[in-house]
């Protein structure tokens, strides 16, 4: 069974300050997805990762994936309160469904 | 394009009562996914189709759930009847399945069951 699992879930950062955000699961895979959900919204799909050693980058947020350590990281750059929100990674396992984290929870203070 | 269209966005119903939710794919995407998010269990896959046929429905979580796709461009989701431990979000997402198996969430439908 494939277990996708999210460290930290919740994390409460300083505004200004770098954090990273890690996704670490079971089985392999070299398709992995990261999402945005605001509260009370839908998921909004950030990037797709789809080999080893893909980074994708946008604004102050920077994904990567190292499909030989089954490890994905969402690294922040000088957090923003526009970017409290909660995170979701995915992993395709099945070729057309995704497994989801349980999501990290940030919330960005001044 | 408008993307995934879900209603209703909100459903209080009581128990033993038939919901039925509803959702439109993005035109032209031939896979659509319903899933469903508690704070217990996340997001789980209910039932995935493809080109209108469902493929895996092993998330059903019991006979008092059924999905249809009759046609591309509708999906249904029934809870016949409905129980409180089925209150939760219920999303419907769609994708094309050539390339990435990246998916579009719609809003979302917010059911909860008194």
């Known amino acids: 069974e494939l277990k996708v699992e999210q460290n930290p879930l919740f994390l409460s950062m300083q505004e200004g300050k770098n954090y990273t955000i890690y996704c670490n699961y079971s089985t392999t895979s070299d398709r992995l997805y990261w999402y945005r959900q605001d509260p009370g919204k839908s998921l909004e799909s950030l990037f797709v990762?789809?080999?080893?050693?893909a980074v994708k980058q946008e604004g102050r947020l920077m994904a990567s994936l190292d499909t030989k350590a089954r490890l994905s990281t969402l690294h922040i750059t000088a957090a923003v309160h526009d970017l409290s929100a909660t995170y979701f990674c995915a992993v395709d396992i099945t070729g057309y469904a995704l497994n989801f984290g349980k999501g990290t929870s940030l919330l960005v203070t001044p | 394009d408008a993307g995934v269209i879900q209603s209703p966005r909100h459903e209080v119903t009581e128990m033993g009562q038939e919901v039925t939710l509803r959702c439109k794919p993005i035109?032209?995407?031939?896979?659509l996914f319903w899933y469903r998010q508690t704070m217990m269990r996340g997001l789980e896959l209910l039932i995935y189709?493809?080109?209108?046929?469902?493929?895996?429905d092993s998330g059903m979580p019991e006979d008092r759930f059924s999905a249809k796709m009759p046609n591309a461009s509708f999906s249904t989701l029934k809870i016949q009847p409905s129980e409180p431990r089925d209150s939760a979000v219920y999303f419907c997402a769609s994708s094309l399945t050539s390339g990435s198996t990246e998916l579009f969430f719609g809003e979302g439908s917010r059911l909860t069951v008194l």
């Open positions: 189709f493809n080109n209108n046929v469902p493929i895996d």
């Open positions: 035109s032209g995407h031939n896979s």
């Open positions: 990762l789809l080999s080893n050693g």
